[in-house]
Structures are given as C-alpha cells and as structure tokens.
C-alpha cells in the first residue's frame, strides 16, 4: 500500500498546532485532512470513513476531545479508526478518561517530532497489515466463492447426467424385458405349429412307400428337430431371466449332482468318463435350477468335448476363497485355444463343429452366473484339457438364519 492511502484526520482547535502537526508527517508522504473543532471533524465523517488514524487535541472548546470520541464511536463505521489524543495534562485521570472513551494512545505537549512519527508508524504499519488480511480475506472469499459455484455447476452437470443415466437404463431394462418377452412368446407358440408341420410329414410321408423318398423324409425330420431344439434353446435363454430367482435356497451341491447325473448317465457309459467329486463346500444359497443348469452344461460339455484318445477325466471341486465359494469343473479333452476364451461364452457360438450341439449352454452358464453377482473364469490348452471356475457370492446364512456349514467331504468317483 502506498504511503498516500494513509489518510490521517488532524483535530485541533489552533491552526499552528495543526499546521505543526502535519508539516512533521507529512515527510513521510500521508494524506491529511484537518478540521478546527469536533463538530467539523463529525461533519468529515459523516461523509468519509476511510481515514487510518485521528489525532485530536482534547481540549477543544464547546466539544472537547473526549466527548468527539465518544460520538464517534458511536458508529459501528467509525469504530475501526484508532485515536491518538493530543494534551499538555500529563495526569492519571485525564489519561484514564481518555481511554475510557476508546483511544489508542497519548502525545503530551510539547510535541517530540520523532516520538510523534513513531508513534504514528506504529498505527500505520498496524493499518496496512489489517488492510493486507483483508485483501487475503476478499480474495479467499472470492475463490470459495468460484469454487462453491463450480461445485455447484458440477453437481448439477453429474445430476443431470445420471438422471439421463437412469432414464437410458431404464429404457434399456425396459427394451430387454420386452426382448425376453418376445423370445420367451415367439418360443412357446412357435412349438405348436411346428409339432403340426412334423405330424403333418410324418403322416405323409407313411404314405408314400418310394425309395428315393426316404432320404428326403430323414432330412426333413432333422430340420425339423433341430428347430425344435433351437426353440428349446431359445425358451431356456428367456427363463434364465424371466425365472431367474424364484426359488432361491439352500442347495447342496450332491443333491444337484445328483438329478444332474440321472440326466447324463447315458453320457457317462457311453464315454466311460471318470468323474471325481469333491465337494469342500457342501451347500449354498442360490437357485437350485439355475445351479443344476450350471451343472449340466459344464459336465455334458466336457463328456461332448472328450478327447477320443483318452478315457476322459473328469474333476468337480468346490471351495472357498475368500468371499467367495469356487465351483470348479476341469476335463482332459480336446481343449482350445486361450484366445477364443470370450467367444466360447457368445450365443450360438462353437469351436468344435465335429459333435452336435447348439452353442447356448455356455451362454446361459455366464448369464446365470453374471446376473447373481458372480464371474466365471476359464483356462484351457488344445489336447490338454479345459477348467471352468465359477465364482459365487457367498452368502454366509440360511433363510432360517444359521450359518452355513462349510465342511470337506470325501472324494467320489463315478464311473
């Protein structure tokens, strides 16, 4: 700040004291104003308040010093200005009353020069500190301020935009509802005209008793089961979702393995496939159909993709990692390459084209698995052999509150 913002009020009823007063000061480059009693230093400030300092004689006729001060301080605007009285009494009381009415310090006459300078570089360098905190202040006020609107500016912005966020996912939720809809409807009324069509053929094709017919009747019929099979597929895709968790419970792993194993018996004697269990985890809350799903996609797969030079091997682990229970299936079959890991999980998709089959059960296995919260993870090597792991949430109570039990169980072996 430079030394002419410092503006000082000189108050004193003679004109030499004043004109004494600022012929010393004004050295130091102040600007002043002067006013020769206190009424016409009240008129001053009633009109500027912006002085840094008010030396004031006391003794002043009608309004002396003390009772100016008095009314002075009477405005809050005013209450920031320190006073420095100006006096030849040099006592006790007269000093007493002086800052009783709010001044900051004394000057007795006759006036020391330096004494006087000082004293008012005190005040000065007092001022200009202040002024300094308060610029610091309104600057730091400002940039809150700035900030505060950013803030404000942004949070509306990530409002908005999760407001579009949630009307797009609910349009999205909506598209794929009406998505599962559509194939869960198509898929069931599909099946009763295409039974028709096969009974239709079929009668006519008892019908007519050529040779050069019976191909054609074999080729037929095969379309024709492997529509219903794609019908099938696509009504076992629209369940996952539409019924996905409506009988969620505690399941144990044999039971499942157990309705599993009925269903792919014929599977395991006609490939003499070993199947060792070992199930460390015992049960689990989930949904028991989805679970047998999981199952039996996983252990068909690795009796379809047997190696035809090996009697396969099959393994089902279960366990716990962390917190998670793992489901792992591992086979020594044909394998394939660790590139194509994503495409197994693709609907419709395949890497061997050698055996019969549609491409879906992966693509139900990774959606049942993904829609409950877990992740499945797979490792193969081509003619090695293939391992699945399934990663479940692990849901630590029943329904009925008590913890589950997590216990080894043996090693089974079927044959």
Same mark, same amino acid.
């Given at each position: 700040?430079?030394?002419?913002?410092?503006?000082?009020?000189?108050?004193?009823?003679?004109?030499?004291?004043?004109? %004494?007063? /600022?012929?010393?000061?004004?050295?130091?480059?102040?600007?002043?104003?002067?006013? +020769?009693?206190?009424?016409?230093?009240?008129?001053?400030?009633?009109?500027?308040?912006?002085?840094?300092?008010?030396?004031?004689?006391? @003794?002043?006729? +009608?309004?002396?010093?003390?009772?100016?001060? %008095?009314?002075?301080?009477? #405005?809050?605007?005013?209450? @920031?200005?320190?006073?420095?009285?100006?006096?030849?009494?040099?006592?006790? +009381? +007269?000093?007493?009353?002086? !800052? /009783?009415?709010?001044?900051?310090?004394?000057?007795?006459?006759?006036?020391?020069?330096?004494?006087?300078?000082?004293?008012?570089?005190?005040?000065?360098?007092?001022? #200009?500190?202040? @002024?300094?905190?308060?610029?610091?202040?309104?600057?730091l006020i400002q940039i809150n301020n700035e900030l505060e609107e950013r803030v404000r500016k942004r949070t509306e912005e990530l409002e908005t935009k999760n407001t579009e966020l949630e009307i797009k996912n609910a349009e999205l939720s909506k598209v794929n509802n009406d998505l599962d809809n559509f194939i869960y409807t198509a898929s069931h009324d599909l099946k009763a005209p295409i039974a028709n069509i096969e009974g239709l053929l079929t009668a006519l094709f008892e019908e007519i008793e050529e040779e050069n017919v019976l191909d054609i009747k074999k080729m037929v019929l095969s379309s024709i089961e492997k529509f219903k099979h794609t019908i099938n597929d696509l009504t076992e895709i629209s369940k996952v979702q539409k019924e996905s968790w409506e009988d969620v419970g505690v399941v144990k792993f044999a039971d499942v393995w157990e309705e599993v194993k009925t269903d792919i018996q014929t599977s395991i004697d006609q490939s003499k496939a070993q199947i060792k269990l070992d199930f460390k985890v015992r049960e689990i809350q989930f949904s028991k159909k989805n679970l047998r799903s999981i199952l039996y996609n996983l252990l068909s797969n690795a009796i379809k !993709? %047997? %190696?035809?030079?090996r009697t396969p091997l099959i393994e089902v682990v279960t366990h716990k990692k962390h917190d998670a229970i793992i489901l792992r299936v591992s086979d020594n079959g044909l394998g394939f390459n660790q590139t194509y890991q994503n495409k197994i999980f693709g609907m419709f998709k395949r890497l061997h084209q050698h055996v019969e089959g549609s491409g879906i059960g992966l693509y139900i296995v990774k959606r049942i698995v993904e829609n409950s919260g877990g992740k499945i993870e797979v490792h193969s090597k081509v003619d090695e052999g293939t391992t699945f792991e399934i990663y479940f949430k692990k849901n630590g109570k029943t329904n009925d509150g008590e913890t589950l039990k997590i216990a080894p169980s043996k090693g089974e072996v079927v044959k």
């Open positions: 700040m430079d030394s002419s913002e410092i503006k000082i009020l000189l108050v004193d009823d003679r004109e030499d004291n004043l004109v %004494s007063i /600022q012929a010393v000061l004004e050295k130091d480059g102040y600007t002043f104003r002067q006013a +020769n009693s206190g009424q016409q230093a009240l008129k001053i400030l009633l009109k500027e308040i912006d002085f840094t300092l008010i030396l004031m004689d006391v @003794h002043m006729p +009608n309004l002396n010093g003390f009772e100016t001060a %008095s009314l002075i301080y009477e #405005r809050d605007k005013l209450k @920031h200005i320190p006073i420095i009285f100006i006096t030849a009494n040099n006592n006790d +009381n +007269n000093a007493f009353r002086g !800052y /009783q009415t709010g001044a900051a310090d004394y000057i007795y006459k006759p006036i020391n020069p330096d004494l006087l300078r000082a004293k008012v570089s005190v005040f000065v360098d007092l001022y #200009r500190k202040n @002024h300094l905190l308060l610029t610091q202040e309104k600057k !993709y %047997s %190696s035809p030079e």
